[in-house]
């Protein structure tokens, strides 16, 4: 199963010539066609361009100049810019928005060899946990027809679980990474903030975002870092810093690794399941000699509320740009300037992004300023100050990356605060700029359930080979759902 094999495995079979870039191409385009309709995961498909573009890394390896992972069918989330093809982030308001040029995580996958077989969904503007919020539809999770696939980055991790494509990029403001790749089953990483450009990533958070993989395993996540990670002059807040080869450290013994777990995310509210199988990949890892300790992040409890002040002050500035003028959707016939504005932002905007404009508008507005968001910074601050004070003792801290496995379509959504609850393990990694990844570890109720890793800034190398070497104990990562066409 073509589909279903990892990155190294696939380049190998291209490097044998046991398939050809289109052969490959056309397989994954087959089952794009006959799965999408059901699953949704894609909002567009590119298969001229794809197969065009496989014809060319053909010709590369026939000629011995191909790059890297020339050949590799990979999917980009909805939110980077590609040029000549729609670029929506799940919203009516860029429904027609015909990006002019690449992010430069685009331009980097594709300088690599990289096909682009489409644009994954996603929540509307990367605003929620389920991806019930993008205006092209719900992504239904490949494990359960009716069943969310965590959000935002839900059609990228629902893409690759289900076989549609090698790989996907992601972005993860508060967990938009690693909650879909949890309830997918696959393996998800949100880098240090700054290691991976933001440029042509559409925003919502600016000081929160990331880009970041999502593979099969922790070996495929590491190749596709190597290629997204570096220095981008293009962005101010890239990090000038030399990217190792993170596929090097993966096979190191843990034995002499630190990890620390943090009592209260064993608390109430954490379904049982998921932390019996949690539990039992904590004792894995003790056997493979690793230190097992105790720390505490007290600061956690604060995390949500902070970043539900930050996140959409933020996000009020950001989408201030869509105005039906300069960006975004325009209203028919407008007797106005004021009546444009409004009309225009209403209609292009979903229930969640007016709500969270609206929250993050009244944060900055005179006279709460300082009571929400000076106040929800310092405990950010806070949050920050908790991490470097627990690794000063440990390596890495691991833990449930979500509080429960993927739930029915439409179960909280008339409850905003479980809903956002969904990422109360997540968000602290992004207040502070923390690399985290998840990968699977278990089921519960039969829907797959992923384990968190964080590291320190830049360790992504550390958290990679912690995930590798559970990942060689283990068959999680190679589990797939039964397919649901034929």
């Known amino acids: 199963m073509k589909h279903a094999q990892s990155i190294k495995s696939i380049l190998n079979a291209l490097d044998k010539k046991d398939y050809s870039c289109r052969e490959l191409v056309q397989h994954f385009l087959t089952r794009i066609q006959a799965q999408n309709d059901h699953l949704n995961a894609y909002i567009t498909v590119c298969s001229e361009s794809a197969l065009k573009h496989a014809d060319l890394m053909d010709q590369a390896r026939s000629a011995g100049t191909a790059p890297p992972l020339a050949g590799l069918p990979i999917a980009h989330k909805d939110i ?88 996907s990029t992601g972005t993860d403001t508060g967990g938009s990474i690693r909650q879909p790749a949890a309830m997918c089953g696959v393996t998800g990483l949100k880098p240090t903030y700054g290691r991976v450009s933001r440029w042509g990533m559409i925003a919502y958070a600016s000081s929160l975002d990331q880009a970041g993989p999502i593979a099969r395993s922790a070996e495929d996540v590491a190749i596709l870092l190597n290629v997204m990670a570096g220095h981008d002059p293009k962005d101010s807040t890239s990090l000038n810093e030399a990217v190792p080869d993170y596929t090097q450290a993966l096979n ?76 975004g959707h325009r209203c028919d016939q407008p007797q106005n300037i004021s009546d444009l504005y409004k009309r225009s932002r209403a209609e292009g905007f979903g229930k969640e992004v007016k709500q969270r404009i609206m929250v993050g508008s009244f944060a900055l507005s005179a006279g709460y300023y300082d009571a929400y968001y000076r106040k929800a910074q310092q405990i950010r601050r806070l949050i920050k100050n908790d991490f470097i004070a627990a690794f000063n003792k440990v390596d890495l801290i691991i833990g449930p990356t ?14 905003q605060i479980s809903m956002y609850l969904q990422d109360i393990y997540t968000i602290t990694s992004n207040l502070a700029g923390l690399p985290a990844a998840s990968i699977p570890v278990g089921f519960s109720n039969n829907m797959p359930v992923g384990l968190q890793i964080i590291g320190n800034y830049l360790d992504e190398s550390k958290i990679l080979n912690l995930a590798h070497q559970f990942q060689l104990m283990t068959d999680w990562h190679i589990q797939t759902p039964a397919e649901t066409t034929p």
């Open 80 to 167: 980077f810019c590609t040029n000549g093809i729609k670029t929506t982030a799940g919203s009516r308001m860029l429904n027609n928005f015909i990006a002019p040029y690449d992010a430069t995580v685009v331009d980097k996958m594709s300088t690599a060899g990289t096909i682009s077989l489409g644009k994954t969904n996603m929540d509307e503007f990367a605003m929620g946990s389920s991806n019930e919020n993008s205006f092209y539809g719900n992504v239904n999770n490949p494990w359960a027809a009716g069943t969310i696939p965590g959000g935002s980055s839900g059609g990228s991790a629902a893409a690759v679980a289900a076989g549609l494509c090698a790989a």
């Open 252 to 327: 190191r013994p843990i034995k002499s690794l630190k990890i620390g777990i943090c009592p209260a995310h064993f608390r109430d509210g954490l379904d049982q399941q998921t932390e019996q199988a949690i539990q039992i990949a904590i004792k894995q890892f003790e056997s493979a000699g690793a230190t097992i300790s105790e720390i505490n992040l007290p600061m956690t409890k604060h995390a949500i509320p902070a970043y539900y002040i930050i996140a959409p002050a933020e996000a009020s500035a950001n989408l201030s740009r869509y105005d039906g003028v300069r960006f």
């Open 402 to 415: 979500a509080p429960s496995p993927a739930f029915k379509m439409g179960e909280k959504s008339a409850d």
